[in-house]
Structure formats: structure tokens, C-alpha cells
Nanobody
Framework: QVQLVESGGDLAQAGGSLRLSCKAP???????????MEWYRQAPGKERELIAS???????KYAESVKGRFTITRDNSQKVVRLQMSSLKPEDTAIYYC?????????WGRGTQVTVSS
């Protein structure tokens, strides 16, 4: 299991921006770079959904619901993956989880709450 620590969740207004970070403090960078890093979210009463992922190397992929508004980036030297969220909508309100995919085996962070007010 990989320890993942998310941060950056907050209350934001519709149309605003937030940046989430996810660090893997106990993983060496050469191992971290082998992970496909993912961001999921789970809104109240809904299933957890994959919204963005990035491999190394590899292009980022996004769910249609966030494409054009969210950007996922990774910095292997810092062992961090970030999610820049812009043009936020109330429907973006959810707990956001970071995940590390090691070829099918997935580790999860504890999540960070994002609330978007209208």
C-alpha cells in the first residue's frame, strides 16, 4: 500500500478555482513515477467516479464532466500529483480522492472535501 495525503479542499464559489495536491511521502520518486496517478470524487449519494488520470509518460485523461475545466499534473521529483480546478460548479461538490494505480493494484488517500456554493 502507498500512503497518499490529499490537501487543498475548501469551500469555493461557483466560477472559482481550487488546486488539490496529493503527496506520497513514503514512496521514493523512482517508484512513484511508475504509478498511474488518478483523481476520483464521490458526491453525496453517488458512486465514486474517476475524473482524471495521468501516467508517466502519458497524456492526461479526463471525464467529460470536468474536461476543459480541470487539469491534472504530476511532479515525480516531488512525488506529488495536483488537480487544478477552474470554473467550479455546485455539482463539483464532493470528496476528492487521490489514487495510485500500480498495474491494477490501487492505493487510496483519505480524501479532501470540496464544496462549491452557488
Amino acid at each position: 500500500q502507498v500512503q497518499l495525503v490529499e490537501s487543498g479542499g475548501d469551500l469555493a464559489q461557483a466560477g472559482g478555482s481550487l488546486r488539490l495536491s496529493c503527496k506520497a511521502p513514503r514512496t521514493i520518486f523512482s517508484v512513484f513515477r511508475g504509478f498511474t496517478m488518478e483523481w476520483y470524487r464521490q458526491a453525496p449519494g453517488k458512486e465514486r467516479e474517476l475524473i482524471a488520470s495521468v501516467g508517466d509518460p502519458g497524456s492526461a485523461k479526463y471525464a467529460e464532466s470536468v474536461k476543459g475545466r480541470f487539469t491534472i499534473t504530476r511532479d515525480n521529483s516531488q512525488k506529488v500529483v495536483r488537480l487544478q480546478m477552474s470554473s467550479l460548479k455546485p455539482e463539483d461538490t464532493a470528496i476528492y480522492y487521490c489514487a495510485a494505480d500500480e498495474g491494477g493494484r490501487r492505493s487510496w488517500g483519505r480524501g479532501t472535501q470540496v464544496t462549491v456554493s452557488s
